[in-house]
């Protein structure tokens, strides 16, 4: 049986949809008249999600054996880690390009790409495509689709990560199942010609196997081990292989906790929430409630920069101040507070605090954040300590 997803823009329509850009540049989701109403239908031909079964879908082979080889690699590399030396070094680059593939992901394919919530000059894109390619995520032009498919029809069958399937299938299981009939015929339905026209774009999607070759494994392995003489192998277990699959995690709590636990102050009816850890663990993208209902808002939350944990959001910044991004698109608070009183629930809501209590709270979420972000190491330190071994 398939379902029938019927966007119809209209006053009524407006209190469930996302707010966007109305003709004249402006984020006002109160213009909308009648007369200006049309209606698009589009039916997905696909299975209903109480009908999601496992067993009946179709196996992506080259995913599955990636990612199960990756994921035994990691734990062998991380017991290699446990009982082997390595230069302190080492650990600090690891961490180092993980976060800057993090933020390529973030401020590149998730909030440049799929969203257009800034705007950015070729060397920031360059950068930005090398380190998102890095993160073994796919390309920026496939998240981006992947992803504008996922704020489409977000939680039905037209989401490749339909996280009703489960926080397994929404965090890692649907990198192992062929698309679905209704992710397919969703997508169709939506237009991705800019970033085929986009030609650095296009050339990471073209070229994105050599490219992760040699940005995510050859340079970042060889650098320990030309720079300070670091174990070939321990190089390659702990910045290729262990950083790839920490950050790999991180990102897709995006699309598994990110849609199961936290407020919905801005709109409560749509499974998107906000939450602290969340945010943590994803590298400043876990007000997922907010950024569900103002996916053009570059901030991914309605506070400054720094007042909230958000290195994506921090770093576009200082593009900004280079010259590198333009055109920062964010909410209004007048329509941030309109959203609020029709869908969403005020208490809940961030309130407007004394500038001693942000700053505290800034230095509070920073601090946190960081730690969070480097959980991975914390077992490995523990066990050199208790086992009287030394570290770097
Ligand atoms: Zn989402
Ligand atoms: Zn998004």
Redesign the pocket.
Known sequence: MGFIKTEIRSESDLKSKPIVENADGDYDDSTTTTTTTTTTTTIINDNDDEKFDWHNQELKWKNILLLGIWHLATIGFYCYACVNDFKIQTIYFAVAIGMMSGIGTSAGSHRLWSHRSYRARWPLKLWLLMFQAITMNGSALSYARDHRT??KY?DTAGDPKNPTRGLFYSHIGWWLLKKTDAVIDGGRQLDFSDLYRERLVYLQHKYYLPIFIIFGVLIPWSIPVFGWNEDPWMSFGLVVVLRITIVLHHLFT??SL??YFGYRPYDFRIR?ADHRFVNYISFGEGI?NY??VFPYDYRINERSQWELFNPPGMFIQLNRLIGLAYDLKVASPSVIAGVVRRRGVQPIRDQKRSLTFRIGNALFDWTVGILVGAWAAYPLIAFKLLTGRTIG
């Open positions: 996922h704020h977000s995006v699309n990110a849609h998107p997922h950024h569900h």
